[in-house]
């Protein structure tokens, strides 16, 4: 496997120190998805990309904490589009006033 460039960031790359070495791990800022900021389970979502081989993977970041305990989820790009997709399709299935949550 080929090792792309470390000066090959993606324009949403904050630059942090996770993309300074070998295997360079680049992240997104993550955004709230909490709509009232009381909710138990927080939830935020960013970017991710892995700079190794010529085809580097890539996809969405899911953060879940409670307190100060926070898990990061990694999810590959198709797998990231079947988690939009399936989401959208159950959020309907929960019908109009469910997915208008305030």
Known sequence: ????SNSAHP???LRGPDCA?????????????AVRGD???QARIG???MDVGPTPPSGLL????ADAD????PIDLAQSRSLAYLSQRLVRRLGP???RAA
């Open 97 to 99: 006033g469910s997915a």
């Open 11 to 13: 324009p949403w790359c």
């Open 70 to 73: 926070a898990e990061r989820w």
């Open 62 to 65: 899911l953060e879940l904490s």
């Open 47 to 49: 970017l991710w990309r």
């Open 1 to 4: 496997m080929s090792k792309l």
């Open 39 to 41: 909710e138990v389970i």
């Open 21 to 33: 070495g070998r295997n360079d791990l680049h992240l997104s800022r993550l955004i709230g998805t």
